[in-house]
């Protein structure tokens, strides 16, 4: 994979072995389920000078040189990075103060993010008192202040003063509720405590601003976070000043990195289409933003004899690029693609200035090292392997290697978002129309190459990929580079140009949605096993490297054979149950070998949140799920509030449901009434319909919603599972009543009635039930109390092993192993997880 410029020497290969050990120790630390003590990392940190001495050069063999030095990086990287988490961890919130009412003084750090619900930002907590006293809580949380009379998921808030304008850098004294953070923990979901882990965040928190409550007081303006305060002004200003609300989110995302201001479908145009890494700041954008930079720093600077004389025009371009880069990268929120490049940048800047020839794997992996040692987490995130896998590609294929020679230390790129080295020698702009042309295809070239190498890695991580994305991109890069990104940065000092800027983005956008909405634009597939993900990451690198045909068409069965593998079904006669870790609300997968059915939604969570798009369907795309009918027990929001996402990505799925049919969802799909006696067979397995009955549809009054749960007995003859939604006692007599002397009721695992309330799970029904599991879907400290503390005992009674989601995150459970229940937060435990006691 190396070329001419290889680590032949023992220096480079010295180093570049000593790096690749501290990336590959921190994330082995990083899979680790628990933390060890202090003292074990600190004995990984001193093991590494030790076996590093023993490596001196000319002791051993090469080989065992190399491998020895790899061990001695390895141990600093888990030992730096374990320590740093122990240390972390110590700092995280007393179980004691949850659910709490402190009175917190703090200092807002980030932009507040304002939605329908209230605002969410950043506190760094200076005092915290719990009934007049000092209290040590975490230095900063995640708070939320929402508006009036508005319902936290699972938590009822009241009635609330309307949040006031929070500004960066503000001085406040609030009362916070806080908890420790708590997500949920689905199949191939969004880890929550690990976003909040990486960003410093061990605790959340609302704001209490009811009548009853301390007001909520402002304290003045502090310059703790200028730069913060300076992107939310800016932002604000783009939001204000640009009618077009999807050119000011697209535009506010591009200048100060708030994709936050981009609306959720506007997002799913772009996955579509593959040009969400241009929405981000990324690694093109921050390049482009030093080419330029260069180019008018070293314009300006030949213009003075004596700026000349003390330093001569190229190196001063190269400096001035490098550094209004980095402050553009740190004014757009320093992710992580913008960290990589400015380290890169910052790198190979130095390599040049004085006069160093690097060869391109040792500039590269230092880079990556640079950022594991300023981030160690952010080996978890999807943009970090697809930035640094990406130039890795443009290094090792003529791409980047022709261009190693020019820089003197590790080449370029040209057109594609995530790799963003600098522009050979900031050339200024013009030259002939045969180098334009060519540098033209090369664009074209390396971007097909990184489409190509990229899109196992992309289909490993996302389960996704855009056919049209190569497409797509031809047009939308040097559209977005060239075009909106400069007229969004320039309207912040004339206005007026965001009009233009609007324009171009209503072009682009007219592109990318004739292009998302062509017949196959975005294939999507199961998420496959790590280890076969890997083997078509291997195999997209060995198609794009330059190497016979014979070597590279050995990637192509890697690819194969993860773009045919399909997840583990049910057996036929066999069925599983998959509880979704959706918080306060029901949602229950159940599959046979060839159909599936999908009970309740989940709830919404706020005006733009619910557990449909944020859970439900990235799991069915996960597990390549197809639905076949779709069941809503009633209509209370937690079992209905992700439907209509659910909905529209399963138009074939039939919905049978006790809804009324004004119900909104009606006009999505129509349904059908759940009623006793309906039965159907999928697979060798019967699904059938305990309850209600017809005449309870016609009552007068209307009978409550949870009164008209539907109730779902799937069986195979042998083993039974019983899915009631929210009925209540009287419900429960009913059908004791009506099924007394049968077996219709007796099943192996109970989905808990509504979920653990006070109102249900009677000693009698369960008599009647007999379960061996009951699955209780809840959120964590739950407003509801659920599940309540009588009930929790009334199972236990009744010797129900009973298993809580905020426990054991999804619950699986299979027909043809009723012994065991599969907790996701148990099966993929790591130390950032929130441990529930």
Same mark, same amino acid.
């Given at each position: 994979?190396?070329?001419? *410029?290889?680590? !032949?020497?023992?220096?480079?290969?010295?180093?570049?072995?000593?790096?690749? +050990?501290?990336?590959?120790?921190?994330?082995?630390?990083?899979?680790?389920?628990?933390?060890?003590?202090?003292?074990?990392?600190?004995?990984?940190?001193?093991?590494?000078?030790?076996?590093?001495?023993?490596?001196?050069?000319?002791?051993? *063999?090469?080989?065992?040189?190399?491998?020895?030095?790899?061990?001695?990086?390895? *141990?600093?990287?888990?030992?730096?990075?374990?320590?740093?988490?122990?240390?972390?961890?110590?700092?995280?919130?007393?179980?004691?103060?949850? /659910?709490?009412?402190?009175?917190?003084?703090?200092?807002?750090?980030?932009?507040?993010?304002?939605?329908?619900?209230?605002?969410?930002?950043?506190?760094?907590?200076?005092?915290?008192?719990?009934?007049?006293?000092?209290?040590?809580?975490?230095?900063?949380?995640?708070?939320?202040?929402?508006?009036?009379?508005?319902?936290?998921?699972?938590?009822?808030?009241?009635?609330?003063?309307?949040?006031?304008?929070?500004?960066?850098?503000?001085?406040?004294?609030?009362?916070?509720?806080?908890?420790?953070?708590?997500?949920?923990?689905?199949?191939?979901?969004?880890?929550?405590?690990? %976003?909040?882990?990486?960003?410093?965040?061990?605790?959340?928190?609302?704001?209490?601003?009811?009548?009853?409550?301390?007001?909520?007081?402002?304290?003045?303006?502090?310059?703790?976070?200028?730069?913060?305060?300076?992107?939310?002004?800016?932002?604000?200003?783009?939001?204000?000043?640009?009618?077009?609300?999807?050119?000011?989110?697209?535009?506010?995302?591009?200048?100060?990195?708030?994709?936050?201001?981009?609306?959720?479908?506007? @997002?799913?145009?772009?996955?579509?289409?593959?040009?969400?890494?241009?929405?981000?700041?990324?690694?093109?954008?921050?390049?482009?933003?030093? @080419?330029?930079?260069?180019?008018?720093?070293?314009?300006?600077?030949?213009?003075?004899?004596?700026?000349?004389?003390?330093?001569?025009?190229?190196?001063?371009?190269?400096?001035?690029?490098?550094?209004?880069?980095?402050?553009?990268?740190?004014?757009? /929120?320093?992710?992580?693609?913008?960290?990589?490049?400015?380290?890169?940048?910052?790198?190979?800047?130095?390599?040049?200035?004085?006069?160093?020839?690097?060869?391109?794997?040792?500039?590269?992996?230092?880079?990556?090292?640079?950022?594991?040692?300023?981030?160690?987490?952010?080996?978890?995130?999807? /943009?970090?392997? $697809?930035?640094?896998?990406?130039?890795?590609?443009?290094?090792?294929?003529?791409?980047?290697?022709?261009?190693?020679?020019?820089?003197?230390?590790?080449?370029?790129?040209?057109?594609?978002?995530?790799?963003?080295?600098?522009?050979?020698?900031?050339?200024?702009?013009? +030259?002939?129309?045969?180098?334009?042309?060519?540098?033209?295809?090369?664009?074209?070239?390396?971007? @097909?190459?990184?489409?190509?190498?990229?899109?196992?890695?992309?289909?490993?991580?996302?389960?996704?990929?855009?056919?049209?994305?190569?497409?797509?991109?031809?047009?939308?890069?040097?559209?977005?580079?060239?075009?909106?990104?400069? $007229?969004?940065?320039? +309207?912040?000092?004339?206005? +007026?140009?965001?009009?233009?800027?609007?324009?171009?983005?209503?072009?682009?956008?007219? %592109?990318?949605?004739?292009?998302?909405?062509?017949?196959?634009?975005?294939?999507?597939?199961?998420?496959?096993?790590?280890?076969?993900?890997?083997?078509?990451?291997?195999?997209?690198?060995?198609?794009?490297?330059?190497?016979?045909?014979?070597?590279?068409?050995?990637?192509?069965?890697?690819?194969?054979?993860?773009?045919?593998?399909?997840?583990?079904?049910?057996?036929?006669?066999?069925?599983?149950?998959?509880?979704?870790?959706?918080?306060?609300?029901?949602?229950?997968?159940?599959?046979?070998?060839?159909?599936?059915?999908?009970?309740? #939604?989940?709830?919404?969570?706020?005006?733009?949140?619910?557990?449909?798009?944020?859970?439900?369907?990235?799991?069915?795309?996960?597990?390549?799920?197809?639905?076949? !009918?779709?069941?809503?027990?009633?209509?209370?929001?937690? &079992?209905?509030?992700?439907?209509?996402?659910?909905?529209?990505?399963?138009?074939?799925? #039939?919905?049978?449901?006790?809804?009324?049919?004004?119900?909104?969802?009606?006009?999505?799909?129509?349904?059908?009434?759940?009623?006793?006696?309906?039965?159907?067979? @999928?697979?060798?397995?019967?699904?059938?319909?305990?309850?209600?009955?017809?005449?309870?549809?016609?009552?007068?009054?209307?009978?409550?919603?949870?009164?008209?749960?539907?109730?779902?007995?799937?069986?195979?003859?042998?083993?039974?599972?019983?899915?009631?939604?929210?009925?209540?006692?009287?419900?429960?007599?009913?059908?004791?009543?009506?099924?007394?002397?049968?077996?219709?009721?007796?099943?192996?695992?109970?989905?808990?009635?509504?979920?653990?309330?006070?109102?249900?799970?009677?000693?009698?029904?369960?008599?009647?039930?007999?379960?061996?599991? #009951?699955?209780?879907?809840?959120?964590?400290?739950?407003?509801?109390? &659920?599940?309540?503390?009588?009930?929790?005992?009334?199972?236990?009674?009744?010797?129900?092993?009973?298993?809580?989601?905020?426990?054991?995150?999804?619950?699986?459970?299979?027909?043809?192993?009723?012994?065991?229940?599969?907790?996701?937060?148990?099966?993929?435990?790591?130390?950032? &997880?929130?441990?529930?006691?």
């Amino acid at each position: 994979m190396f070329s001419a *410029a290889t680590l !032949t020497s023992a220096w480079p290969r010295t180093v570049f072995a000593a790096l690749l +050990g501290v990336v590959l120790g921190t994330a082995v630390q990083l899979q680790q389920p628990v933390l060890w003590p202090a003292w074990v990392y600190i004995g990984f940190g001193l093991l590494a000078p030790v076996a590093y001495a023993l490596a001196a050069p000319k002791r051993i *063999a090469m080989a065992v040189t190399t491998a020895v030095v790899v061990l001695a990086g390895m *141990a600093l990287g888990v030992g730096s990075t374990g320590l740093r988490a122990v240390v972390f961890a110590s700092q995280s919130l007393a179980p004691t103060l949850e /659910g709490r009412d402190l009175r917190i003084t703090g200092v807002v750090t980030d932009m507040p993010q304002r939605s329908e619900a209230g605002l969410r930002f950043r506190v760094a907590v200076e005092q915290a008192l719990l009934d007049g006293q000092a209290v040590e809580v975490p230095a900063r949380m995640d708070v939320g202040w929402y508006a009036g009379g508005y319902a936290l998921a699972g938590e009822q808030i009241g009635l609330q003063r309307v949040p006031a304008e929070v500004q960066a850098g503000e001085r406040w004294q609030l009362t916070l509720r806080p908890k420790a953070p708590h997500g949920g923990i689905n199949p191939h979901g969004f880890d929550f405590e690990l %976003w909040l882990w990486e960003q410093g965040v061990q605790a959340t928190a609302y704001v209490r601003a009811g009548d009853k409550d301390v007001p909520p007081q402002r304290l003045g303006q502090t310059w703790r976070a200028p730069v913060a305060l300076a992107r939310q002004a800016l932002r604000d200003r783009i939001l204000a000043s640009v009618p077009d609300k999807r050119a000011a989110g697209l535009m506010a995302a591009l200048v100060v990195g708030d994709q936050a201001a981009v609306d959720r479908s506007d @997002w799913d145009v772009f996955r579509a289409t593959g040009v969400s890494h241009l929405v981000s700041i990324s690694g093109l954008h921050i390049t482009m933003f030093a @080419w330029g930079a260069a180019w008018l720093t070293g314009w300006l600077w030949r213009r003075s004899r004596r700026l000349c004389l003390a330093l001569p025009a190229p190196s001063a371009a190269l400096l001035g690029g490098v550094l209004l880069a980095c402050a553009y990268a740190v004014f757009a /929120g320093w992710g992580v693609p913008a960290q990589r490049t400015c380290l890169m940048l910052a790198t190979v800047a130095l390599l040049r200035l004085s006069g160093a020839r690097w060869p391109w794997p040792l500039v590269w992996m230092l880079a990556c090292a640079a950022v594991v040692a300023l981030d160690p987490w952010a080996l978890l995130q999807p /943009g970090f392997w $697809l930035s640094f896998v990406a130039v890795g590609v443009l290094f090792a294929t003529d791409s980047g290697a022709a261009r190693a020679e020019d820089t003197g230390a590790g080449g370029s790129k040209h057109g594609q978002s995530s790799a963003g080295l600098p522009q050979g020698r900031f050339a200024p702009l013009g +030259g002939s129309a045969l180098r334009a042309a060519r540098s033209v295809g090369a664009m074209f070239r390396e971007q @097909w190459v990184i489409t190509l190498a990229l899109a196992p890695l992309t289909l490993l991580l996302f389960g996704q990929l855009s056919v049209v994305g190569l497409v797509a991109n031809l047009l939308a890069i040097p559209w977005v580079t060239l075009v909106v990104t400069p $007229l969004a940065l320039l +309207g912040a000092l004339l206005p +007026g140009v965001w009009d233009v800027a609007s324009w171009a983005v209503a072009l682009l956008w007219q %592109w990318l949605a004739w292009l998302a909405v062509l017949p196959g634009a975005a294939l999507v597939l199961p998420l496959p096993p790590l280890g076969l993900g890997l083997g078509a990451v291997v195999g997209g690198l060995l198609l794009v490297l330059p190497a016979p045909w014979h070597v590279r068409a050995l990637g192509v069965p890697l690819v194969l054979l993860t773009l045919l593998w399909r997840p583990a079904l049910p057996a036929a006669g066999q069925f599983e149950l998959l509880v979704a870790d959706i918080g306060q609300g029901n949602a229950v997968l159940v599959r046979t070998a060839r159909h599936a059915l999908l009970f309740d #939604a989940g709830p919404r969570y706020s005006l733009e949140s619910d557990a449909g798009h944020r859970v439900l369907v990235p799991l069915l795309k996960a597990l390549d799920v197809t639905l076949d !009918t779709v069941v809503l027990s009633h209509r209370d929001i937690d &079992h209905v509030g992700g439907a209509a996402a659910v909905l529209a990505m399963q138009p074939q799925a #039939a919905l049978l449901s006790s809804i009324e049919s004004e119900h909104p969802l009606q006009q999505l799909r129509r349904a059908q009434r759940c009623e006793v006696g309906q039965i159907w067979e @999928w697979d060798g397995v019967q699904f059938e319909v305990l309850h209600p009955q017809p005449a309870d549809y016609a009552a007068n009054p209307l009978p409550k919603p949870n009164a008209l749960s539907c109730v779902v007995r799937i069986g195979t003859g042998q083993r039974t599972a019983l899915l009631v939604g929210d009925i209540e006692a009287a419900q429960e007599a009913r059908l004791v009543q009506t099924w007394q002397g049968t077996d219709r009721l007796h099943a192996d695992v109970l989905l808990v009635p509504h979920h653990g309330s006070k109102t249900s799970s009677t000693p009698e029904f369960l008599a009647a039930v007999a379960p061996q599991w #009951a699955l209780v879907q809840a959120g964590y400290r739950n407003r509801f109390g &659920h599940p309540a503390t009588p009930v929790v005992e009334r199972y236990a009674e009744a010797r129900i092993n009973l298993v809580s989601s905020p426990r054991c995150g999804a619950m699986t459970w299979r027909s043809e192993q009723p012994q065991n229940v599969a907790c996701s937060r148990e099966e993929d435990r790591h130390y950032w &997880h929130h441990h529930v006691p």
